[in-house]
């Protein structure tokens, strides 16, 4: 089943901040975040490999609450670039270089 | 990085006719490729995955009969959509992963959009 990903859009103004969830109704054992742009394919952002787990480059970063068979992205002050539609993946078992799950996506528009 | 392409970049074909797609690993060895299909404004629908000299494994609701998956080299996947009706239009996505070291990334092509009239 599809992970959910919340919310399914958002608009903001540079420099805002924006939390955007993701939420399993199975067991996480990874989760990959990535960021597409209209017509262009997934670019990787970062995986989380275990529960607890906290990462970050530059104004984005991530969580991942194994418990709660969630995570959540992170985009601190954000810019233009980082318009686009963020989607979770998860894989069905084991580490995260099997098969991925989606989650449904979130649009994100940033305006200047 | 690793560099996933993908050929062509868009097609347009009659109904009735196939189309073949490839996806290529351009500097690394691949054992594992996975085909998708993304409608507009939607997901990522895994259709597929393609493993190096064996068949390919497919998502329960996809036609192996109609999209027929070969992993002939550990740089080369290829997904041939036989007799393409409209309904199969859509932006088609492959993506690769290495065969060693601890990367569990996975790199996505460029995509492929099909247009079928």
């Known amino acids: 089943q599809q992970p959910v990903q919340s919310p399914q859009a958002v608009i903001l103004r540079e420099g805002e901040d924006a939390v955007i969830n993701c939420s399993s109704s199975?067991?996480?054992?990874?989760v990959h975040w990535y960021r597409q742009k209209h017509g262009e394919a997934p670019v990787f952002l970062m995986i989380l490999l275990k529960g607890g787990e906290q990462k970050g480059h530059e104004k984005i970063s991530a969580s991942f609450n194994e418990k709660k068979q969630q995570s959540s992205l992170y985009l601190t002050a954000s810019q233009l670039s980082y318009s686009g539609t963020y989607f979770c993946?998860?894989?069905?078992?084991?580490?995260?270089?099997?098969?991925?799950?989606f989650g449904t996506g979130t649009r994100l528009t940033i305006i200047p | 990085g690793a560099v996933v392409s993908q050929h062509p970049s868009w097609v347009i074909c009659k109904s009735g006719t196939s189309v073949k797609i490839e996806c290529r690993s351009l500097?690394?060895?691949?054992?594992?490729m996975f085909w998708y299909r993304q409608f507009p404004k939607q997901s990522l629908m895994l259709m597929a995955t393609?493993?190096?000299?064996?068949?390919?494994?497919?998502e329960q609701g996809v036609e192996k009969d109609k999209f027929l998956i070969n992993h002939a080299s550990l740089t080369l996947s290829t997904l041939t959509v036989t007799s393409a009706h409209p309904e199969d239009s859509s932006f088609y996505i492959c993506?690769?992963?290495?065969?060693?070291?601890?990367?569990?990334?996975?790199?996505f092509g460029p995509g492929t959009r099909l247009t079928v009239t």
């Open positions: 199975k067991a996480l054992y990874s």
């Open positions: 393609s493993n190096e000299g064996s068949k390919a494994t497919y």
């Open positions: 500097d690394f060895q691949a054992t594992t």
């Open positions: 993946g998860t894989p069905p078992v084991g580490f995260g270089n099997e098969k991925l799950t």
């Open positions: 993506s690769a992963r290495g065969n060693s070291g601890p990367s569990y990334e996975q790199y």
